[in-house]
């Protein structure tokens, strides 16, 4: 390509791009609007020939990589959206480091074939999977004292409502619960201190807000009544994960915060309307953030003021408007704000909830004092709590914060980040027409969904880095065919100006994530043999072992060999392979896979699994090792020989 072709291509892609922006930004801010501009972007976005990205790189761009050799300062730890996963990069460099399988299936891993991950998914009665499917939507950690602990890590399933635990010292999901009476579970946050018991340093809540109303229980009753639907706002406990509680509200429940006293609990509502079809959800010019007040939930809890729900015996309390008109006994208090707001983000000060208006160009600032004032009966109207709310640009949706005071909210409809501060809000809101509100503007390539900073949602923000988590990338990569990678833009917060230092490509969908200081994370280089009650401690414990037509095998690899050479059985076993990697080194992983029989699985070192199947076809079967482990790789094999 000549310096003209790539100049060239750079004039497109600039056309390309305003019209982009010019066919989103025209139509508005109905929700009408808002899809026909995405599909408006369709049509002419895309240049026919291949583009080259116009390169924003400066002088300085190295200061960004990462050399050969050398460790990234941050993880970032991703949800997958409907790729039911988790993923882990390192930043800034934007490496990919794992992908962690949860509610998906994963023949790498051998998640939902092994009978320990099947045991973690839960299964039908023939034994497969209950699910797999899955939308993980929102992920993050433990908190202990308003900061990462590095102990676990939780992340939503939004399709069956389940929540999951993530180890951090293994990076692999130990556990996955249903919540009962909800569909649509979206927002997700822990707790960043326990309220009730401050000798507890831990967080031991988990809140889950269910976004789609139902009829409940959802057993067949009132299912064309749209005004009998309810929604719950759930707590798990983290250490434990059994369902604490659930409170009934109006509404629904989108993204959730919590406060950094542990005192509150927050979720932005689009559809105070209750509308159950698309256009009655846009029907009002304000909907709401609404706050949940723990401790009394918790007394009310055991006071026994409850009821259940259905077959479930999850304490359920009434957190309904009409239910909690006192403020001075209220559970919740809904506070005003326009128009079917998305993401609720604390300021990492503890101070303020922002809340992105989506529909309206707005953020609400909402002072967290101010909404205990109205629990202690002291604010008249809650709409009072809401200390701010500037006009930052079209479709705005989440927001992080750096520590120096400023937020940095993504555009959806505008493309754009916009840095605002938050002080200066508060001060235009009172009338101060010198108020320096917006600071900033950076375009983003395309889309932006959610969007945070480095150590943001901890008291630590350390205000270094932004990553948008874009929707469209459209021509900022390769083109590799009708599905298109999407875009991480790495930002550089540290200055005035945000500076776009990297586009990061990433497989659908990156839907959120967290930027987590390095050392905080600590991870084992091994498993421990004893974690395992199957373990197969050593080769001389391997062997066929039958019992009528069940049979189990046993055995253990050490590179580049497994214990056993060959195993024997007959046709209609029901077998129970047992394998442990007795390698002790560090990264020395073996896999093995049976033709034929859809198994396949690896054990890291010191670790074991097992899988459970039916040998019913009679024959010779070379069980092979699938991860490339040793010069002999090829050669670690067994044979499997199930007799007629
Ligand atoms: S929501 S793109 Cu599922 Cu996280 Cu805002
Ligand atoms: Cu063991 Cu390859
Ligand atoms: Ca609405």
Known sequence: MTQDDIKKSDTQLDHGRRKFLNTTALVGLSGVGLSVGLSGCNKESVPSAAPTAKAEASAEFGKYEVPPGQLDEYYSFSSGGHSGEVRIYGLPSGRELKRIPVFNMDALVGWGITNESKAILGTKPNGTPKYVTGDTHHVHQSYSDGTYDGKYMFVNDKIHSRLARIRMDTMECEKIIDIPNIQGFHGTFPDKRDPVDPSINHTTRVFCGAEFSLPLP??????????????????????????????????????????????LAATNQYNTEMGVHYEDMMAKEMDACLFFNVARIEEAVKAGKVRTIGSSKVPVVDGTKAANQDPKTALTCYVPIPKNPHGVNISPDGKYYACAGKLSPTASVIEHAQVLKWFDGALANSRDAVVAEPEIGLGPLHTGFDNKGNAYTTLFLDSQIVKWNVEAAIKAFKGDKNAKVVLDRIDVHYQPGHGFTSMGETRESDGRYFVSDNKFSKDRFLPVGPLHAETAQLIDISGDKMKLVADHSVYSEPHDSIIVRRDIIKTRQIYNLDDFPLAVKDPKESGVFRNGKKVTVKLTSQAPAFSLREFKLKKGDEVTLILTNLDKVEDLTHGFAIPKHDIQFIVNPQETKSVTFIADKPGVYWCYCTNFCHALHLEMRTRMIVEA
């Open 218 to 263: 959802n057993d067949g009753h009132d299912l064309e009544d749209g005004s009998k639907y309810k929604s719950l706002f759930t707590c798990v406990d983290s250490n434990t994960m059994d369902v604490r509680w659930q409170v009934l509200i109006d509404g629904n429940c989108d993204l959730v915060a919590t406060s950094y006293d542990g005192k």
